[in-house]
């Protein structure tokens, strides 16, 4: 039986890799099209996007808990 859990558990953590692969990739993906609808885009600006942000009172914001 311990065989099986530890199998689950890597097969779990398999599976959560794989889905944030996809949303990081989703979310350059975004950013690749914004840049090619806006060309002129001032290129350091966009490169403040982050998928771990979020916009808050008009600023992005880390989406992660500040540490104490």
Not at 2 to 14: A, F, P
Request: proline residues 4%.
């Amino acid at each position: 039986m311990q065989g099986t859990n530890e199998e689950l558990k890597e097969v779990n953590e398999g599976m959560k890799q794989s889905m944030a692969d996809k949303y990081v990739a989703g979310f350059r993906s975004s950013v690749a099209q914004v840049n090619a609808l806006f060309p002129d885009i001032d290129q350091e600006t966009l490169a403040q996007v982050d998928p771990l942000k979020k916009v808050e009172d008009g600023k992005l914001v880390s989406l992660l808990p500040k540490a104490d």
